[in-house]
């Protein structure tokens, strides 16, 4: 499907995750080799004149396995399989929600790689809804959010993966299209930008118990998507509220136990 040493570049870093069944993001490490065309060989970390630059010669070895071993157990035919079906899953995403959200580095055709972006800065520019007021409402539809803000800022980065099917797919897609007609009732005036389904997301089961003062329905904020208690098989409640990401990035609290107690 790709070659990379044939693209005309210096260096390609060959990432082993998601596809190659690395971990990646918050389950992490990731890790894969960085290749160099020849006239750069002698300047790689631990070659030549550079000496290592991590601790570990290797990176992080201890996670290869995994990769070795799911390229053994697909071969060659059903690598090219995984990445087809992964190619085709992120065109499918950005087909049904290009009415919907603007989609980043489409190529002439329409179609992106493996990856769709959807951007989110001009609505948020017209109605004051956020990226983090989406991600964060998709968890109340039982949904993790894809990257945010990466590579572009004010984004979604969607990459299905070979791993979902149609059905999931779908779940998402339609969860994204109910969100934007959410934010089509925020920009129509119908809730206010600081009090609206979307910026009250997450909803705990502990705060619909709680009093409520909010201009939309306690049954909204829980089952965006129409779902009955008891019969919508797929709520997964979101453990706690939203919290002040940029806060706790700035003021680190560790809960490790002291130097001493290691002693």
């Known amino acids: 499907m790709a070659r990379p040493g044939a693209f005309g570049g210096d260096v390609s870093h060959l990432n082993l995750h998601k596809t ?19 006239h750069l060989a002698p300047f790689l970390p631990g070659r030549g004149i550079v000496g290592p630059v991590s601790a570990a010669p290797h990176g992080s070895p201890g996670v290869l396995p995994i990769s070795w071993a799911y390229l053994r157990l697909m071969g060659r035919d059903g690598l090219r399989r995984a990445t087809l079906t992964a190619v085709a899953a992120a065109n499918y995403v950005a087909a049904r929600l290009r009415e919907h959200y ?5 190529g002439e055709g329409g179609h992106v790689a493996h990856e769709c972006i959807l951007d989110m800065r001009a609505i948020t520019k017209r109605t004051g809804v956020t990226v983090d007021d989406i991600a964060k409402r998709l968890a109340d539809y039982g949904l993790h959010a894809p990257t945010m803000s990466f ?3 004010g984004t ?8 979902e099917d149609l059905a999931e797919l779908d779940r998402f897609v339609d969860a994204m299209i109910g969100i934007r007609g959410e934010i089509e009732r925020v920009a129509a005036g119908e809730w206010p930008v600081e009090d609206n389904p979307l910026r009250g997301a997450p909803h705990t089961a502990a705060c619909l118990m709680d009093k409520w003062d909010h201009p939309y329905p306690r049954e909204l904020a829980a089952y965006p998507a129409g779902g009955v208690p008891g019969v ?18 700035r003021n680190l609290v560790c809960s490790c136990p002291p130097v001493e107690a290691y002693t």
Do not use: N, Q
């Open 20 to 38: 190659f069944c690395i971990p990646h993001g918050g389950g992490g490490p990731g890790v894969g080799p960085v290749a160099v065309a020849e």
């Open 102 to 106: 603007p989609v980043l580095y489409s």
């Open 151 to 153: 590579p572009v800022a």
């Open 156 to 163: 979604l980065m969607v990459e299905p993966t070979e791993s």
């Open 232 to 249: 919508h098989d797929r709520k997964v409640w979101p453990p706690v509220r939203r919290i002040d990401g940029a806060h706790g990035d």
